[in-house]
T-cell receptor, first 109, second 113 residues
């Protein structure tokens, strides 16, 4: 069965420290992977997607098919990065995505 | 910029009431989705629609129905609201293209008392 696992419900780091939000997926086909972010009192929005291989707000994520992972990384956390982060998996043959349970990132001053 | 709007930010209803949540998008997206968002459970798909009058059940459709009479509008209906339907409801839309970004509405926080 297709599944997305975000093992950490809460991740607290100090400002300036590196951040890694973990995402593992289960899918036998060719996945499409996304990170979505929800800042306080704002709507959920796309942060980045693996097909674009882009860096947004200093975040990057690399698809590792061998480890079935798509971890989100940032070398130096900022207080404004504090938010809820969701990893999402898209599978072929359908336009609906499977979301993980989310990780709340708190960046401490 | 894509705009997805939801009819209410906050709603308080009584048990047994029929509740309508509306979602409108202005980018001619084919796909529209209704999710509920609960702490620790993430986003769970209730229903989605890939065309006018077309709908498919998601993971938790029980107690809900939907309507899509026009491409831009997707309604979620709680036939007889119950307290366990107290939640944040999110609407989203997207084009029918793999890798297409989803665009979310601001959410409706529904409380059923």
């Amino acid at each position: 069965a297709q599944r997305v696992t975000q093992p950490e419900k809460l991740l607290s780091v100090f400002k300036g420290a590196p951040v890694e939000l973990k995402c593992n997926y289960s899918y036998s086909g060719s996945p499409e992977l996304f990170w979505y972010v929800q800042y306080s009192r704002q709507r959920l929005q796309l942060l980045l997607r693996h097909i674009s291989r882009e860096s947004i707000k200093g975040f990057t994520a690399d698809l590792n098919k061998g480890e079935t992972s798509f971890h989100l990384k940032k070398p130096f956390a900022q207080e404004e990065d504090s938010a809820m982060y969701y990893c999402a998996l898209g599978t072929s043959g359908t336009y609906k995505y499977i979301f993980g349970t989310g990780t709340r990132l708190k960046v401490l001053a | 910029d894509v705009k997805v709007t939801q009819s209410s930010r906050y709603l308080v209803k009584r048990t047994g009431e029929k509740v309508f949540l509306e979602c409108v998008q202005d980018m001619d997206h084919e796909n529209m989705f209704w999710y509920r968002q609960d702490p620790g459970l993430g986003l769970r798909l209730i229903y989605f629609s890939y065309d006018v009058k077309m709908k498919e059940k998601g993971d938790i459709p029980e107690g809900y129905s939907v309507s899509r009479e026009k491409k831009e509008r997707f309604s979620l209906i709680l036939e007889s609201a119950s307290t366990n339907q107290t939640s944040m409801y999110l609407c989203a839309s997207s084009f029918s293209a793999h890798g297409a970004a989803w665009h979310f509405g601001p959410g409706t926080r529904l409380t059923v008392t």
